[in-house]
């Protein structure tokens, strides 16, 4: 499935409806250069959960929201119990999820977001595949 956006309210309320649907164990990855829109995204998914602030486990499900920008290694996300959360009742993502390719779960929903400056500076071509 692919949708285009051109301001950050709908990137954030495309999130807020992929959330309102997410089921119990989904993980979803981000993909995306900086500042194209995965935190906005991120925002509204967990806004979707019924998530307010950042109280993450008083949603319609726990969300685990993993940001692995500055990661130095996989071996880090053991450190942080990585695999109980994205194996757990949750709904989980990971923002940059490409610097963990070799650990993300069998099954997860890619999502990618990428720039086209030709068609403005706030367009956004989000493109969202199961795996
Ligand atoms: P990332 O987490 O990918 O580094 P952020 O979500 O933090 O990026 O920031 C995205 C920036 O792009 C915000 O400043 C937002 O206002 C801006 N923006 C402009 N157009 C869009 C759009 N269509 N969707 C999402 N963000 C947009
Ligand atoms: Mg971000």
Redesign the pocket.
């Known amino acids: 499935m692919v949708r285009e956006?051109?301001?950050?309210k709908?990137?954030y309320e495309l999130g807020f409806h992929i959330g309102q649907k997410a089921g119990a164990g989904q993980v979803y990855a981000l993909l995306?250069?900086?500042?194209?829109?995965?935190?906005?995204?991120t925002k509204g998914l967990a806004a979707g959960l019924g998530i307010q602030e950042q109280i993450y486990e008083e949603g319609r499900l726990p969300f685990y929201h993993f940001d692995v920008y500055r990661i130095g290694g996989v071996e880090e996300m053991d450190e942080i119990g990585y695999e109980d959360y994205i194996y757990g009742e949750g709904v989980s993502l990971i923002?940059w999820a490409d610097l963990i390719e070799d650990i993300l779960p069998p099954h997860y929903t890619e999502v990618r977001?990428e720039k086209d400056l030709e068609k403005g500076?706030?367009?956004?071509r989000i493109s969202i595949c199961e795996y």
């Open positions: 956006t051109v301001s950050e709908e990137t995306g250069d900086l500042g194209v829109g995965k935190t906005v995204f923002e977001i500076f706030d367009y956004r």
